[in-house]
């Protein structure tokens, strides 16, 4: 495991989104059983609790009343949640669970079971949980600093280099949020050191990724077990834990009966989630092939386990893939719909447990557990220190000096404290919201002592992003308009002048060049050099009288200021040389090139809380520029503006206001700077044409309600959205504008879909003429700073 491997390769979004989708067939091989030909079966078992043994066998185990009775959870990503529905029926039917044993998602929903959750707790989480949110890793987006929400905000992928070697993941999620989300569940049993002493005795498998053992958890940090016992590989990345690299306990043992027998269960009812149910016309291609060869070599080890269980619950799956975590409801219900199917053998199996713990207690057996999610013990930490594995401590000079220096910070604020479980996940987990670690968790040893583990994110000598959309209209005629983004960064180290070079293609092209020179950590002088080239139609009426290519090659020196985490202030001065090609039409400019000289002042703010489809926050740009051509006899004054700010009155409703604004403030400038509105705020319903003009002024109202969510992987959420437009356009004085301006109003609904490349909407617009269009649009997309295109 090369440290080289732990890096941005993508958007985690993206990465998780191509793994599932384009080889779910091999990783489903631990999700359906562990059916990967590669893996080799464990070649012993060892038995991890605190205290340890000294040679790694089962310590000593609580009494429980006989017939001891247990259940063996499965793997299988979303499938696992027809063990819910299982539980349900155990419940429901009276039969005492004593032992709980499970891997991978059995893990966890073992775990909740054995801490207490009743299996109709288990249900509600499984359905009103945002799996989407919890699996992939977003860090707190108000927590970053302001250069990494808008980069994020305006590129989809990232590709980080080091070295001439492109660096890759370990996995293609952390998953720090499904960590994050386990603790809290958990947190009444945060101090719990022994498993066995659960309200229920719980096992968790994994696998040692370094020697193929397998690892049966039954004591140590139970979020850590159950993030080990659940780390698909390609998915997931290892967990470093205690000295092991650890992945799925489904490559070892994915129905660990044996387990449970060997924990001194008299009953064992197993949860089955793999079948070999291919026929051969599913087998023409290499994906579902190579998965069924892998079922085949796995088989014979679940098999052994089965017949080892008193009973085996198979629930129907058909139709239904691994990676199906927004299909929670269906999914239970599947495990309810099994046990109900085999409701007479659990039936008779709980008056044969009845009848032995009546006859060896004299009592009616009855479970009491009641799980306190909200409890919050007191910790007094001695000590505290951190844990970086031992791999990537190898090239610790790649990391961020910063990542260290807060992790320093975090075990100083730690240690002597006297805090709560809470205090500690703030302290901790608010690293992970710094961009700066690839994943960040800690462990509590005796009470007393706090063990900060974490793997700071490693700094790429350069990186390359990508950002890309396309806007399309169909009116009397469909017009279409792909759009690219590409940057590009070096990066020597931190505290050294950084190399920019970025492009961009739509109708406008161009490319730009900068050194940012940092004078403070937040201050920056950018020299830099642009060329761009702009096709420009001119119309008379909706006819082109000419068609003109306008290109601006030029420089300029500017200061950068990031003001907190929200604001970035550019002051710069700039000259350049613009010429101007007739491609074809009449003739409407006298000149043909000309050079110009002048500054821009731009002021951006950002406080949106997601980058797609934010909820709240605002997004704010003001931006002036002056500038003189050799031909003109003054000077030329633009300033423009647009605020967007969005607020959730309703958990599933979203309002947002939009205010936008351009004006020629004094001379009147030639017609080929004039404004143009439209962008990510198209004005629909209207011809491009028709929104040109020296002054501009817009308002609308949007309002989008969530409707459902995308698959695991494609997306996040479905969204239907409407709302209005009003304002107008003006060519001539300034004073006189609002009397005289060209108002325009507009109106649109459709749907939106928070997809993994980017923001997509679909829809139709009537403007105040009446005229009707249909639109698409994928995005957002930004031109780059510097250029003097509006946004």
């Known amino acids: 495991m090369k440290r080289g491997s732990l890096g941005t390769f993508l958007n985690t979004q993206m990465v998780l989104a191509a793994l599932l989708l384009l080889v779910a067939p091999l990783v489903a091989a631990e999700e359906e059983g562990g059916r990967a030909a590669s893996v080799v079966p464990a070649v012993s078992r060892v038995w991890v609790g605190r205290p340890a043994t000294p040679d790694g066998t089962i310590p000593a185990r609580p009494a429980r ?9 499965a793997g299988g990503g979303a499938w696992g949640f027809a063990h819910v529905g299982v539980l349900e029926m155990i419940e429901e039917l009276g039969i005492p669970v004593d032992i709980v044993v499970g891997t991978s998602i059995g893990s966890i929903v073992g775990s909740l079971y054995a801490a207490g959750y009743t299996a109709e707790q288990l249900a509600v989480i499984a359905e009103t949980t945002d799996w989407n949110a919890v699996l992939f890793d977003a860090e707190d987006r108000l927590q970053l600093g302001y250069e990494d929400r808008r980069r994020r905000r305006a590129f989809r992928a990232t590709l980080g280099f080091r070295e001439g070697q492109l660096l890759l993941p370990t ?5 720090q949020r499904v960590v994050e989300y386990l603790d809290d569940l958990l947190r009444s049993h945060a101090l719990t050191d022994s498993f066995l002493e659960m309200p229920r005795s719980l096992a968790i498998v994994a696998a040692d990724l370094v020697t193929g053992e397998e ?25 470093y834990y205690e000295g092991r690299y650890l992945i799925d306990g489904g490559w070892v043992n994915n129905i660990p009966v044996n387990v449970a027998r060997q924990l001194g269960a008299d009953i064992v009812i197993a949860v089955n989630l793999n079948v070999m149910d291919r026929r051969a016309e599913d087998l023409q291609s290499i994906g579902p092939i190579l998965d069924q060869s892998a079922r085949i070599v796995r088989q014979q080890s679940i ?3 089965l017949e080892q269980a008193d009973l085996v619950i198979t629930p129907d799956l058909r139709g239904l893939l691994p990676t199906d975590f927004q299909r929670a409801v269906e999914l239970v219900g599947r495990g309810r719909d099994a046990a109900a199917a085999g409701r007479e053998e659990l039936a008779e199996l709980a008056e044969e447990i009845r009848a032995k713990r009546i006859a060896a207690t004299g009592r009616e057996p009855v479970e009491r557990f009641r799980v306190r999610p909200e409890a919050d013990e007191t910790v007094v930490i001695a000590r505290a220190r ?14 961020n000096p910063v990542s260290i220096e807060l992790l320093e910070e975090a075990v100083e604020t730690l240690q002597g404290s006297s805090t709560t479980i809470t205090g500690i996940q703030r302290v901790v987990y608010a690293l992970y919201d710094t961009a700066l670690f690839e994943y960040v968790s800690y462990d509590i040893v005796d009470r007393s002592e706090v063990v900060v583990y974490a793997i700071p994110r490693e700094l790429p000598r350069s990186s390359l992003s990508l950002g890309f959309g396309m806007r399309a209209q169909l009116l009397e005629n469909s017009l279409a308009l792909g759009i690219a983004h590409m940057r590009y960064t070096h990066n020597p180290g931190a505290g050294a002048a950084r190399w920019v070079a970025e492009g961009w293609l739509s109708r406008t092209a161009g490319a730009r060049l900068a050194l940012e020179v940092p004078i403070t950590p937040r201050v920056y002088l950018v020299p830099a050099m642009y060329a761009i080239s702009e096709n420009m139609p001119f119309y008379d009426g909706r006819a082109v009288e000419s068609f003109y290519v306008r290109r601006r090659f030029g420089g300029e020196t500017g200061v950068s200021f990031y003001l907190g985490q929200s604001w970035d202030v550019t002051l710069a001065g700039f000259g350049e040389w613009l010429a101007l090609q007739r491609l074809s039409g009449a003739r409407t400019f006298d000149i043909e090139g000309t050079a110009r000289y002048g500054g821009r002042l731009e002021l951006w703010r950002d406080t949106l809380d ?13 931006s002036y520029r002056i500038h003189r051509d050799t031909e003109q006899e003054h000077w030329a004054h633009l300033v423009s503006g647009a605020t967007r700010r969005y607020w959730s009155p309703f958990r599933r409703l979203t309002l947002r206001t939009l205010a936008r604004g351009g004006s020629d403030l004094i001379s009147g400038v030639a017609l080929y700077e004039r404004f143009f509105l ?9 011809y491009y044409q028709e929104l040109q003009g020296r002054h501009y002024a817009v308002a609308g109202l949007d309002a989008r309600v969530r409707l459902g969510q995308l698959p695991l992987g494609v997306g996040d959420g479905v969204y239907l959205k409407a709302g209005a437009q009003a304002g107008g356009v003006h060519e001539g004085p300034l004073e006189r504008s609002i009397d005289e301006m060209d108002r325009r109003l507009g109106f649109h609904g459709g749907f939106a879909f928070d997809t993994a490349l980017g923001a997509l909407h679909l829809g139709v617009a009537v403007n105040s003429e009446g005229r009707v269009m249909s639109f698409l649009e994928l995005g957002p997309v930004y031109t780059p700073g510097g250029t003097g295109y509006d946004w």
């Open 303 to 305: 098999v052994e386990n």
């Open 386 to 399: 951190y844990v970086i594995p031992p791999v990537a401590l190898e090239t610790a000079e790649q990391f």
């Open 678 to 686: 439209g962008g990510t705020e198209n004005w629909y319903g209207y």
């Open 65 to 73: 009343p006989e017939p001891v009775v247990a259940v063996a959870l």
């Open 215 to 239: 690892i049966v958890y039954i004591g140590g940090d139970l979020k850590t077990a159950i993030r080990a016992s659940m780390s698909v590989p390609g998915a997931f990345s290892p967990v």
């Open 610 to 622: 997601r980058d797609l489809f934010p909820r709240g926050g605002s997004e704010t740009r003001l």
């Open 171 to 175: 996995g293609a999620s952390s998953a």
